[in-house]
């Protein structure tokens, strides 16, 4: 018999696999739960970086969509004074204006035309928010007034808006409606029959 054979310290093969086999039993829980954990990592990263893009991509289309926001604004006075311009001419003066001063017209009215043409192109839009709802996003209230209209209706524009996209540019300054006028006053019973005012009043004590 040979010194290996007898060597007590040997271990049977099987009893080796064995003892390998439990082992990664045992260290199985760990690694499915480290597993997870970097699973749960790549997710986290891949959603990160989709956010990422798409918040880059939202910033470029803004960038581009809002570019004109400031030279937009400058344009209002122009398109306001304009409309001023041509409020201004009375009906009359329209029909019987001469050559010159009808070209003078026309050409307002075109210069007026043309700018809120290359406005919209941009996105710019006018809003006119007479009889609409009051929007404090979109309006701005600088009087209220009675009036027919239900309250909180829109019923004067003193000075139009505009949009840029989706964003208020320049807020419609408005008159709200208050709501119904009072009712008036009714007058006295002996005074629709005719009697003078005070004529039925007890004088005698």
Request: without cysteine.
């Amino acid at each position: 018999m040979s010194d290996t054979d007898n060597n007590p310290n040997d271990i049977p093969e099987h009893q080796e696999e064995e003892a390998k086999d439990n082992k990664a039993q045992e260290q199985e829980p760990d690694l499915r739960e480290e597993l997870g954990k970097v699973r749960e990592q790549m997710f986290r990263i891949a959603a990160e970086a989709e956010n990422t893009r798409k918040r880059a991509q939202r910033e470029v289309t803004d960038a581009r969509k809002y570019a004109v926001t400031a030279l937009a604004r400058d344009l209002l006075d122009v398109a306001d004074n304009l409309s001023r311009a041509l409020a201004a001419i009375p009906a009359d003066a329209r029909e019987h204006a001469s050559e010159a001063l009808g070209g003078l017209i026309s050409g307002v009215e075109l210069t007026d035309k043309n700018l809120h043409a290359a406005l919209d192109r941009h996105g710019v839009r006018k809003i006119d928010p007479r009889g609409e709802k009051f929007n404090p996003n979109h309006h701005q209230a600088v009087a209220q007034i009675p009036s027919t209209a239900p309250a909180g209706e829109v019923v004067e524009v003193i000075q139009p808006g505009y949009l840029l996209g989706d964003r208020t540019l320049r807020a419609a300054m408005v008159a709200v409606s208050s709501g119904q006028p009072p009712a008036p006053v009714a007058h006295d019973t002996a005074t629709e029959d005719g009697e003078e005012p005070g004529s039925n009043v007890d004088t005698t004590a």
